[in-house]
C-alpha cells in the first residue's frame, strides 16, 4: 500500500544538538556546568573554536 510501517522498537531518547553563543564571562567550564555536560564533549564538537565572547558553540542535547 506504499504505507511505511510504525517501527517496533523506538529508541526512547533520541540525541540532537542546541546552539550556544558565548557570553562574555563564559568559559568551558561554565558553560559545561551551566548545560550539565563534560566538557570534553563540548571540545569534541567544537575543534578549533575559542570559548570567546560571540562564539557559537554547538552542544550535545539528549531528548527523553
Do not use: H, M, W
Not at 18 to 39: I, P, W
Amino acid at each position: 500500500l506504499g504505507i511505511p510501517a510504525e517501527p517496533l522498537f523506538r529508541s526512547k531518547y533520541s540525541s540532537s544538538y542546541l546552539f550556544y553563543r558565548v557570553k562574555k564571562d563564559d568559559t568551558l567550564s561554565s558553560v559545561a556546568q551551566k548545560f550539565k555536560l563534560n566538557e570534553n564533549d563540548i571540545i569534541k564538537l567544537n575543534p578549533n573554536k575559542e570559548i570567546k565572547e560571540n562564539t557559537l558553540l554547538q552542544l550535545p542535547c539528549i531528548t527523553f
